[in-house]
């Protein structure tokens, strides 16, 4: 399952979780965060009870985007313990993505 955060969840949903956090930040106009959207569903079910994955659309929300000097989408941030451990910014083949997922949760 994929959370929609927004400023306003994001210090629950996110850095206050007990599971390492993916935050995809996307838009919807995008392509290449269209492409990854289905990828997203499959590691999250893939990983679920590992992982918590979650969306923050960059138009709808700006104050993480600042925060975190989000510039380019799609832009995957990584947290544990509610630090930013990783970022990866762009469309990726999901075998790629899946690596990422697990040097995180390692």
Known sequence: MVTV??????ENEVLKSDKPVLLDCFATWCG????????????????????K????D????GG???RYRVMSIPN??????????KQAIGAMDP????NLIKEVIA
Request: hydrophobic share 50%; glycine share 4%.
């Open 5 to 10: 955060v927004t400023t306003d969840t994001f």
């Open 32 to 51: 290449p965060c269209k492409a990854m959207a289905p990828i997203l569903e499959v590691m999250s079910d893939k990983f679920a009870g590992q992982l």
């Open 53 to 56: 994955v979650c969306k923050l």
């Open 58 to 61: 960059v138009d709808e929300d």
């Open 64 to 66: 993480v985007i600042r």
């Open 76 to 85: 995957f941030l990584f947290f544990k313990d509610g630090q930013m451990v």
């Open 95 to 98: 075998a790629t993505f899946e």
